[in-house]
């Protein structure tokens, strides 16, 4: 899913283990260990447009930025210049969350990471010139973002794209991987650092 990173940090690398645990994730990663067998990093920078004042512009991952194939796993980290652009996250793509609580009879809990997906975030939260925004993506897992302006701004996000091989964990090495929480906190999926 996404997380916003309070300082910088490595990105995934060889060896490294990702548990796709929670709801956020497709089968076949629901549930499941995955080991980085290689990874490639490059830069690009993504031209969208002219965005208008009180205008959305979503941009859906499944056009541009989803893996092909179900052993690609990319970890995204998004910038963005000064400018009033705000960019929400949305999952399933297109679908916002807008409410605080799910129902009258829900237990307002700090730690569900679906309230992370509530608010927006600006160039100071994620900087062009160090992106702190992550995005993770997967054959079949399409998130989106939507960005609204209130006044004309030429929408250009740099991206930090870290494309990574991955191999399923089974046994007993998914058992240690899962014991030993051994793991950043991250949304919808955690990633083990060995």
């Known amino acids: ?28 990663f629901r549930e499941k260990v995955f080991r980085v ?10 031209y969208i447009g002219i965005l208008p004042p009180s205008y959305k512009k979503e941009l859906t991952f499944k056009e541009t930025f989803e893996p092909l194939n179900e052993d690609t796993f990319y970890q995204i980290r998004v910038g963005l ?9 949305a999952f399933p793509a297109g679908q916002l969350r807008g409410r605080l609580e799910r129902s009258p009879y829900d237990v307002v809990n700090p730690e569900d990471t679906d309230l992370t997906f509530l608010g927006f975030f600006e160039w100071r939260d994620t900087p062009w010139h160090e992106p702190k925004f992550e995005i993770y993506s997967v054959k079949n897992h399409t ?12 929408l250009v996000l740099h991206m930090l794209i870290n494309m990574c091989k991955i191999e399923e964990v089974t046994g007993d090495e998914k058992s240690k991987v899962i014991i030993e929480k051994k793991y950043l906190p991250v949304y919808s999926a955690e990633v083990f650092p060995w």
């Open 1 to 28: 899913m996404m997380r916003l990173l309070v300082k910088p940090e490595p990105f995934l690398s060889e060896g490294r283990y990702i548990y796709f645990k929670g709801k956020g994730w497709t089968e076949p």
């Open 81 to 89: 210049k000064p400018s009033t652009i705000r960019m929400y996250f």
């Open 37 to 46: 067998v290689s990874h490639y990093t490059t830069k690009r920078d993504h």
């Open 143 to 154: 998130p989106s973002l939507q960005f609204y302006a209130d006044d004309y701004e030429k």
